[in-house]
């Protein structure tokens, strides 16, 4: 028998018109050691790995290295232009991933705050408009903002990424209604990308209908990363099994759970 969490894992996520059966991506930064990062993500069962190319030995060979510890047959390596505060940075580091062997997709940051971690909205739009024109696809993290994601979706972004909370903050999804809002009016993927910081932060945004959720900080600052990395597996199955099954409305008053017709006296 096939059962309903079954059918959730087996919905493909399509994004660049590539396809997915997992919905969550995971990051490779902030674990104690290459061991623990790579169990974790197998424990998470992602199939997108993001790797942050301007903090990382982009060398395959070196055993100390991440890139070392990760199958590009296994995993689909998604470069992250992390750390880069201005749209020339973010363009110069796809283009040196791409010529470093890695695909054509790039999930784009441009840090407008080095305290807070939120996007440079203007310098965003236009790294996106550039990277998209060189033939990239580009996977846009930004804000909860409605207007941001739809200019990013008109720049030919492949996916657009709104944060749940500050990245790292693990404060979980604070504007439930804008990222909602932001799913119902794209055409492309949403991913949320920053803020989940446990299992259950991970179902509820995903009962929000949401394509996937992108996480590092909840698994690798995590006490036990891999059993962590277990429990946001199962939790994004089951927060995307309760979304298709559609949950029963809010009330303000009690309502019988039995009918009331045809009690024994």
């Known amino acids: 028998m096939t059962t309903a969490v079954e059918l959730v ?12 059966h997992s919905r969550l991506m995971v990051g490779t930064g902030k674990y104690r050691d290459n061991d623990t990062m790579r169990r974790a993500i197998e424990a998470s069962g992602a199939e997108i790995v993001t790797v942050a190319v301007r903090r990382v030995d982009l060398d395959r060979t070196k055993a100390e290295g991440i890139l070392y510890h990760l199958d590009p047959k296994r995993y689909f390596l998604l470069a992250n232009t992390a750390g880069c505060s201005t749209p ?20 784009l940051e441009v840090i407008g705050d080095q305290e807070t971690l939120l996007p440079d909205v203007q310098g965003l739009l236009e790294a996106a408009e550039a990277l998209v024109k060189e033939g ?15 200019r990013l979706e008109d720049a030919g972004c492949a996916a657009v990424m709104p944060l749940a909370s500050p990245i790292g903050s693990g404060l979980g999804l604070l504007n439930p209604y804008h990222v909602r809002l932001i799913k119902r009016r794209l055409r492309v993927p949403v991913i949320v990308d920053a803020g989940v910081g446990t299992a259950s932060d991970a179902c509820v945004t995903m009962e929000q209908g949401v394509d996937g959720i992108l996480m590092n900080t909840a698994l690798a600052a995590a006490r036990d990363p891999v059993a962590m990395a277990q429990a946001m597996r199962l939790a994004v199955e089951a927060g995307r099994g309760a979304y298709l099954a559609g949950r029963m409305p809010k009330r303000e008053v009690a309502v019988p759970s039995s009918p009331l017709e045809g009690m024994l006296d």
């Open 136 to 150: 990239f696809q580009v996977l846009a993290y930004t804000n909860e903002d409605l207007i941001t994601a739809l």
């Open 88 to 107: 020339e940075d973010a363009v110069r580091y796809a283009r040196l991933a791409r010529e470093a062997g890695f695909n054509e997709f790039v999930k």
């Open 9 to 20: 894992r087996n919905a493909p996520l399509a994004i660049g018109g590539r396809t997915f």
